[in-house]
T-cell receptor, first 114, second 112 residues
Framework: DTEVTQTPKHLVMGMTNKKSLKCEQHMGHRAMYWYKQKAKKPPELMFVYSYEKLSINESVPSRFSPECPNSSLLNLHLHALQPEDSALYLC?????????????FGSGTRLTVV | ELKVEQNPLFLSMQEGKNYTIYCNYSTTSDRLYWYRQDPGKSLESLFVLLSNGAVKQEGRLMASLDTKARLSTLHITAAVHDLSATYFCAAKPGGATNKLIFGTGTLLAVQP
């Protein structure tokens, strides 16, 4: 299995809703990432988990809450989002920083906040 | 802090022509990546460049890395319409970090 699987593919939520994005990989990668991508812009790093521990938080607002229940799963919990949070959210995984080469990206969740 | 810039931001070219996309990065990086993104889609890995002087080729695309100049290039040979997409370079800062920082992207439109 050489894929990163993200669900759902599309999500529409109101500003008072709570929802979660899910990401799964079975490549034995020990680093997992959340990126946010606005239209016509590059992906921006949000969070990095390394060996199931949060290692990087790029000053992301607390309405985004990541969780890594085990080495294969990564969640992003969403609460009280704003319309400007509408974007493509990409999950990625890689081997740990001292080995390996590539970052594998999932197909993304297209989030619309209304 | 590592910053990555690409140029041009937009490239319109005719089929059959050659062109190069440039990727500059501001501080030490120990890995350089190229990705392709089609509209509304995720990122497809094209190349991973690990060392100074590295050159990789796949079909009509060739990527190279000059770590002394902090420059990577993506050369397109005899472009075809199917190559139309946005191309991103991304750099990993040197040292013990998993960060991957993306360049601004180049939107490539190949006209018949």
């Amino acid at each position: 299995d050489t894929e990163v699987t993200q669900t759902p593919k599309h999500l529409v939520m109101g500003m008072t809703n709570k929802k979660s994005l899910k990401c799964e990989q079975h490549m034995g990668h020990r680093a997992m990432y959340w990126y946010k991508q606005k239209a016509k812009k590059p992906p921006e790093l949000m969070f990095v988990y390394s060996y199931e521990k949060l290692s990087i938080n790029e000053s992301v607002p607390s309405r985004f809450s990541p969780e890594c229940p085990n080495s294969s799963l990564l969640n992003l919990h969403l609460h009280a989002l704003q319309p400007e949070d509408s974007a493509l959210y990409l999950c990625a995984s890689s081997q740990d920083k001292n080995r390996g080469q590539g970052y594998t990206f999932g197909s993304g969740t297209r989030l619309t906040v209304v | 802090e590592l910053k990555v810039e690409q140029n041009p931001l937009f490239l319109s070219m005719q089929e059959g022509k050659n062109y190069t996309i440039y990727c500059n990065y501001s501080t030490t990086s120990d890995r350089l990546y190229w990705y392709r993104q089609d509209p509304g889609k995720s990122l497809e890995s094209l190349f991973v460049l690990l060392s100074n002087g590295a050159v990789k080729q796949e079909g009509r695309l060739m990527a190279s890395l000059d770590t002394k100049a902090r420059l990577s290039t993506l050369h397109i040979t005899a472009a075809v319409h199917d190559l139309s997409a946005t191309y991103f370079c991304a750099a990993k800062p040197g040292g013990a970090t998993n960060k991957l920082i993306f360049g601004t992207g180049t939107l490539l439109a190949v006209q018949p």
